[in-house]
């Protein structure tokens, strides 16, 4: 190629590196590198459609009330050489809690263990035998603050807080070593979905929480409650509290539970399942008007397990609850009660006791039942009298 044809060419190419070499010296083109130094090789339309595609994932979550470990329930799991064991007091329902992804006991009474002397009604001891049965039924997540939990006092409590450290497996609520662990929020993920659980309860019958341990029991205050849901809320996709509140035997909802409700629906709560009053109440939705936010409230699931013996003790119930996430958006798609029967019949001196889901139970059992009346037909009324048939689940 002759100089004059050369020359045209050259011309535009030198021009053109003068340009990239004078933003080099003034540090634009370094300065678009750092910002982003692969955009030429992946396209904004791909990292696009990457990140806005769709998330969908599911949670099942169950939840029943107290397992409360009256001396006669203790005795029951007496073995001939001297152990301990009540695996079967709850193989009549194990499969139900260990089909769900989320399984949640109210433990009402102290697992203290050995440390003391197992005792029932009124100050209780649990055997933590009584854990690892839970446990081994597929619970995964023990709610502590009771009425009951200064039964035994701190030292109770820490034996507690030493058989939840033996079984890093599941995760307990309510109770704590020190100020450290009270402040934190128990986080737990499922399924990409990420839950804040919280528990709290009324009071303590009576029985001073020590004052150089204030930390031992979360108690039901407005105080805790808006400092606790505010820090939950920041950084969890759905809040679950557990409140130990209402009045006992009473199937009617108090002042008290009315009270926190309101602001756990202000403060974004999304579902509450209630214990204490050792008998079913309601379950309802609950809209706040101006903003639009809804909250499942199950004012009381009952017992799970005891020696209570009234009719309307003996018939609990299991929150079964799904929660999906579609994208950003996580909403409860199904919630139901499935009422459960505690059973229990007599075994030579003592007792058998075990927990059967309603649809389960029949008459040949009831037949068998200490509890005269206990049939069928009258914890089916029971159940569709308290709970609203579109929450009731009798199959």
Not at 25 to 53: C, H, M, R, W, Y
Request: aromatic share 10%; charged share 25%.
């Amino acid at each position: 190629m002759n100089k004059k044809k050369l020359i045209p060419v050259l011309i535009p190419f030198i021009a053109a590196v003068v340009v990239v070499s004078a933003l080099a010296v003034s540090g634009k083109v370094a300065k678009t590198a750092d910002i982003n130094p692969t955009a030429t090789k992946f396209p904004a339309v791909e990292q696009t459609t990457e990140t806005t595609l769709p998330q969908k994932s599911k949670v099942t979550l169950i939840a029943v009330g107290d397992n409360l470990i009256h001396n006669t329930l203790i005795a029951a799991g007496e073995q001939d050489d001297d152990s301990l064991d009540y695996n079967s007091f709850y193989e009549n329902i194990k499969d139900y809690v260990q089909a769900a992804d989320i399984a949640v006991i109210n433990q009402e009474t102290m697992l203290g263990g050995a440390s003391f002397e197992y005792a029932g009604y009124p100050c209780f001891n649990t055997p933590w035998e009584v854990g690892e049965a839970a446990i081994n039924a597929g619970f995964d997540v023990f709610t502590c603050a009771t009425n009951h939990t200064m039964d035994v006092g701190s030292a109770g409590i820490e034996k507690e807080l030493e058989f939840f450290s033996n079984h890093p497996e599941v995760t307990h609520i309510g109770t704590y070593a020190n100020e450290e662990d009270y402040n934190k929020i128990t986080y737990l993920e499922k399924n990409d979905i990420k839950f804040a659980l919280l528990n709290y309860t009324y009071g303590t019958n009576g029985i001073s929480i020590p004052e150089d341990k204030p930390y031992v029991v979360k108690m039901l205050t407005e105080e805790n409650v808006r400092k606790d849901i505010a820090e939950a809320r920041k950084n969890a996709d759905f809040v679950i509290v557990f409140p130990h509140w209402g009045t006992e035997n009473s199937h009617e909802v108090n002042e008290q539970q009315r009270k926190y409700n309101k602001i756990f629906l202000e403060l974004g709560v999304d579902l509450v399942i209630g214990t204490h009053p050792h008998v079913l109440q309601k379950v309802e939705w609950i809209k706040d008007e101006t903003t639009g936010k809804k909250m499942l409230v199950y004012y009381s699931i009952g017992n799970f397990i005891s020696h209570q013996t009234s009719l309307n003790q003996m018939c609990g119930g299991m929150a079964e609850v799904t929660i999906e996430r579609n994208g950003d958006d996580i909403s409860i798609t199904s919630a139901k009660l499935a009422p459960v029967i505690d059973y229990y019949t007599r075994t030579g001196s003592g007792y058998k006791f075990s927990v059967y889901k309603l649809s389960d139970y029949n008459n040949d059992l009831a037949d068998r039942q200490c509890q005269d009346g206990a049939t069928v037909e009258y914890f089916t009324n029971l159940s569709k009298k308290v709970i609203n048939e579109k929450f009731l689940d009798l199959d």
